[in-house]
């Protein structure tokens, strides 16, 4: 079947500035995690959904940050009030279940905030 | 704390030698290990992993890598290096804490290949 999807491929927005990132994970999968990538930095944890249970928001840089998944599936990454220090990749996986099975990445939506 | 260090940020070498991408990691007990490789344009891609067992572990591609607990090593090796090896190669840990597990990644290690 198809892999992780994320939209958009690429997000510009202004400082101050609301945004939502979607991702669509692999059908079947119950765990899903989202990460940003800074240029020249490895990959940084934000948050994870495993199946129904309460998310790990321990990775959330800030409280402009959240997440949530509906239905188990689909899932948005919303940040308030962008900076421009939240310009990064950020990318989305999804695996089989929450332990150590294989993460499946999406592409990334790239988001530049001026 | 957790930590990954992956501590050469590029890396050339010519097409056909042998490569090897350190990984070092500070943990106290045993963790999980990955190593995943990002080429252009493209996703994140599991290469192997470690749980458990045999430290040799063999991935796709031709990759291999070797747990070494008393160096807190988990170095990446591949015999002969080709153009398509172009990438970016990410180690990363995971440990079990709380009913949970957590995740950390290195920063990278980019690769070069001569023709």
């Known amino acids: 079947g198809a892999g992780v999807s994320q939209s958009p491929s690429n997000k510009v927005t202004e400082k101050g500035k609301d945004v939502e990132l979607r991702c669509d994970p692999i059908s079947g999968h119950t765990a899903l995690y989202w990460y940003r990538q800074s240029l020249g930095q490895g990959l940084e944890f934000l948050i994870y959904f495993q199946g129904n249970s309460a998310p790990d928001k321990s990775g959330l840089p800030s409280d402009r940050f959240s997440a949530e998944r509906t239905g188990g599936s689909v899932s948005t990454l919303t940040i308030q009030r962008t900076q421009q220090e939240d310009s990064a990749v950020y990318l989305c996986?999804?695996?089989?279940?929450?332990?150590?099975?294989?993460?499946?990445f999406g592409p990334g939506t790239r988001l530049t905030v001026l | 704390a957790q930590s990954v260090t992956q501590p050469d940020i590029h890396i050339t070498v010519s097409e056909g030698a042998s490569l090897e991408l350190r990984c070092n990691y500070s943990?106290?007990?045993?963790?999980?290990l990955f190593w995943y490789v990002q080429s252009p344009g493209q996703g994140l891609q599991l290469l192997l992993k470690y749980f458990s067992g045999d430290t040799l572990v063999q991935g796709i591609k031709g990759f291999e890598a070797e747990f070494k607990r008393s160096q807190s090593s988990f170095n990446l090796r591949k015999p002969s290096v080709h153009w398509s090896d172009a990438a970016e190669y990410f180690c990363a840990v995971a440990w079990s804490t709380s009913g949970t597990y957590k995740y950390i990644f290195g920063t990278g290690t980019r690769l070069k290949v001569l023709a």
């Open positions: 996986a999804s695996s089989l279940s929450w332990n150590t099975d294989t993460q499946y």
């Open positions: 943990y106290g007990a045993t963790p999980y």
